[in-house]
């Protein structure tokens, strides 16, 4: 088992920037590739970026590529998200995920182990 907890969600205007963080506890992180997904109000569940075990291959979603940025810590058995240039569309709950296949992540298959979710209000 894998227990995954966001954290960094609130309030940001438009334009500005806001850093998630994703602390896995359980098994061994750097086992498993990690991705952040995001639900609008109303709307389906959507892939937003994913980072493999080593931190070496990125993936973005064209709706953030050049505005968000996925980094890894595995001594902290943490993944952030660095959301740059926030535009109101961007307003969602974020959640982690993780799995062993960054494919199941980066496809939106189903993936392992899911966190409870962040929310992010953009305002303009």
């Known amino acids: 088992q894998v227990q995954l907890v966001e954290s960094g969600g609130g309030l940001v205007q438009a334009g500005g920037s806001l850093s998630l963080s994703c602390a896995a506890s359980?098994?061994?992180?750097?086992?498993?590739?990690v991705g952040w997904f995001r639900q609008a109000p109303g709307k389906e569940r959507e892939f937003v970026a994913v980072?493999?075990?080593?931190?070496?291959?990125?993936y973005y979603a064209d709706s953030v590529k050049g505005r968000f940025s996925i980094s890894r810590d595995n001594a902290k058995n943490t993944v952030y998200l660095q959301m740059n240039s926030l535009k109101f569309e961007d307003t969602a709950v974020y959640y982690c995920a993780a799995d062993f296949s960054i494919a199941t992540i980066q496809s939106s298959g189903a993936v392992d182990y899911w966190g409870k979710g962040t929310p992010v209000t953009v305002f303009s």
């Open positions: 359980g098994r061994t992180f750097s086992n498993y590739a």
């Open positions: 980072i493999n075990q080593s931190g070496g291959y990125r």
